[in-house]
């Protein structure tokens, strides 16, 4: 594997990891609710910006809401990042909101009310075998 590839995952996890931490433990803004997940970090090359992609359990108006208490956050999580972790720079953070994981729940649930199921295939490729 590449050297520079490896850095930055390593790179990513951490912030992932210690964002995590200040968001859940110390960030006291009531906008943003317990269930707000950061799914993933992509920090650029040279460490001067941040891409946050943030998971909320809760409803558009809760979501937007969290969003701005996020960006209105940043000064003091960037604060707190660069206390906690030591990288040349820190970088510029930037919220996005991630609704990945609540599609692929609406995803799922549409397919187990067509009745597609693993179970279902099994038996149809057993019984063509058969013949």
């Given at each position: 594997?590449?050297?520079?590839?490896i850095?930055?995952?390593?790179?990513?996890?951490?912030?992932?990891?210690?964002?995590?931490?200040?968001?859940?433990?110390?960030?006291?803004d009531?906008?943003?609710?317990a269930m707000?997940?950061?799914?993933?970090?992509?920090?650029?090359g040279?460490?001067?910006?941040?891409?946050?992609?943030?998971?909320?359990?809760?409803?558009?108006?809760?979501?937007?809401a969290?969003?701005?208490?996020l960006?209105?956050?940043?000064?003091?999580?960037?604060?707190?990042l660069?206390?906690?972790i030591?990288?040349?720079?820190?970088?510029?953070?930037?919220?996005v909101?991630d609704?990945s994981?609540?599609y692929?729940?609406?995803?799922?649930?549409?397919?187990?009310?067509?009745?597609?199921?693993?179970?279902?295939?099994?038996?149809?490729?057993?019984?063509?075998?058969?013949?």
């Open positions: 594997m590449n050297r520079k590839y850095k930055e995952t390593r790179v990513n996890g951490e912030v992932q990891k210690e964002l995590s931490r200040i968001i859940r433990e110390e960030i006291k009531p906008r943003i609710p707000t997940s950061v799914t993933d970090v992509e920090v650029t040279d460490l001067k910006y941040a891409k946050i992609y943030i998971s909320v359990l809760a409803g558009s108006e809760e979501k937007a969290c969003m701005k208490g960006k209105s956050a940043t000064p003091f999580i960037r604060t707190k660069a206390k906690t030591n990288l040349r720079n820190t970088p510029e953070l930037t919220f909101l609704e994981i609540e692929g729940v609406e995803m799922s649930k549409k397919i187990a009310a067509l009745g597609i199921n693993k179970d279902d295939n099994d038996d149809a490729e057993t019984d063509d075998d058969e013949e």
